[in-house]
């Protein structure tokens, strides 16, 4: 049972935010090095506002409406400060894939 | 496509937020930089009350003793007895695991306050071994909201939060590429690199910014328009006493009578309540209309999550007869809406509806408002470094140089005296002489050494300036550790090893702004070496040119 599933929020509002984030082709184009066709941008758009949702379900079912609310706010701005600093830093990119492998692959051996 | 021409109605918003901004951004910044420290008071007391390890390793006191605590009762009532027996106001903390003594605080019969520690066992002042006088994180918290100013205080930091909230308005109004440029910073890009900072770090924590910046004015609602109570009530205390359903404050009979015997009526209170009492308080002391009130332990854990906090517990009692006079079960939820809203604003502000997980986020998201002021500060500079504007004639080179020097005193100058602070608590012996206490010297010290970052500014060119005061903003952070083994024989192992989560944090917090610093002063010298070089490249062409 998730009790304070704070860390799950976060990764699942870092993740919307990293997806809305490549939904910008200037971002795409540059991080990528290609194009970005509009469906991918609409997909894109559509998995981030799912990620976001389902992050404000898990938050509010276990927080409440009105804090869980409010939580779900702050992390997402933590989420965008963070995947801004991800888009602009190579080494703050190897680092974060690295720690998210390390973190899938502790999950297997759970 | 979109036209680039700005409307009157946008320049008229733009010149609003940037001299609005520069004027309200030193205090801001100050009033940010304050709260998101203060928002670990707890942890930030915790490092600098070190001894008081020693009274919890030896004390017999058990704060989940019924029998402990009424006895503790009896010895803050019998100090008091002694010292202030017919004052305005006794006010009295039991010890607990955190803060060991039991915190005394009074007003004489002229409301001059008045504070001491017993020890839990004995009954007698805490010796000076025992007790590093100190206001402890508190001291970060008055700054935020009254800058150790009292009600004065509480207006300044009123009406500059006022000119946040049209900053953060008019900056949305003025930015006219809010989705394009969401997640975009340009680094190495000089005046464009500050503007992306600016921007990046106040749209994305938008919602927090509004919503601190409106809830700190929300709490303050009662000093900040009190013509309503004024015209309907006597006194503010009526007020409050109708909105939280208690016994309205008893008028001074000015007939002597000695107040009963505290310790009992206490336990007749947590009896009433069903869990023990954490604070007591007599009103007139003495007089024959004393009341004594009894509240109950606040359990945060308990709470988590509600925004609207339900009553801890409260009874009160007539001190001289010993009559219960009124009870308030624990639970009890605040009546009305528009009072039920404003308890919810005050607990969104305070941060205290979800332990650590909660703080953590205020704190970081707190620090990035104070980068979005600070952004915005230095941006101002900037963009005239580049092309002077001639907004004051032929003073404009002097307004420029008291914004810069403004500038490096209130961004720079904080960070040292707020780590300064630390310094202090170690260095300053634990005994001082002087009506202010320890505590008031510690303070006091603190507004020196910021007074002296501004002399430093002021007497520097601006970017040596901001260089040196960052490299000992580093220092200060990086070598507080070493300062702290060396004086109180603590330090992060110490910490690591006695599982001491707190003060670990707080170390660690200040380790990592010392490495921050030191990666932004790394920066500012890349700049000047390569100014330096482009300066002298074109020194070298212009000579060519002329031989």
Redesign the interface.
Known sequence: MMHYPVLTVLFLNLLAMTGLSLAMPKHHQRLLNSWLPPLRIWLLRLLAGLLMLMALFVICSSWGIAAGIVLWLGLLSVSAVFSLCLLNHQLLRTVSLLGGLLLVSFLFLI | MQSTEKTPFRQAMSALHTWGSLIAGWMLFVIFVTGSIGVFDEPVSHWMQPERASILSTMDYDPDSATDRQAAVGKAQAYLQQVEPNGHLWFATLPDLEDPAIKLFWQDADENPHQAKLHPDSGEILPASMDRGTEGGHHFVHMHFELHSGTLGIWIVGFFTLLMLVALISGVIIHRRIF?D????R?RKGQRSWLDAHN??GV?????QL?IAFTGLAVFVSVYMPAAIFAHYNSPEAFFAEVFERPAPREMTHEAAPVANLGQMFAKAEQAMGKPGQFIRVEHPGDSSATFTVFGLFDAEAL????VLPSSGMAEFDAVSSQQRHIEAPGAEPQGAAFRTQR?MRT?HFAN??GY??RW??F??GM?GAVMIASGSILFMVKRRQRALNEFGNATPRVYRTVDVLNVAAISGLLIACVGYLWINRLLPLEVAGRAGRAGWEVGLFFALWAITLLHSALRPVNQAWREQLLGFAALCLLLPFVNAFTVGEHLLTYLTERNWRAAGVELTIISFGLLALKALQKLRRKAAANKSQTASVKIEQAGVRG
Do not use: D, E, N
Not at chain 2, 182 to 185: E, H, P, R
Not at chain 2, 204 to 208: D, E, G, K, N, V
Not at chain 2, 304 to 307: F, N, S, V
């Open positions: 394009k969401f997640f975009t910073f680094a990046a770090s994305l924590t938008l919602p927090f919503m988590q999550g509600r925004l919810a969104l509806f979800g997980t909660v986020l205020y970081l998201l990035t």
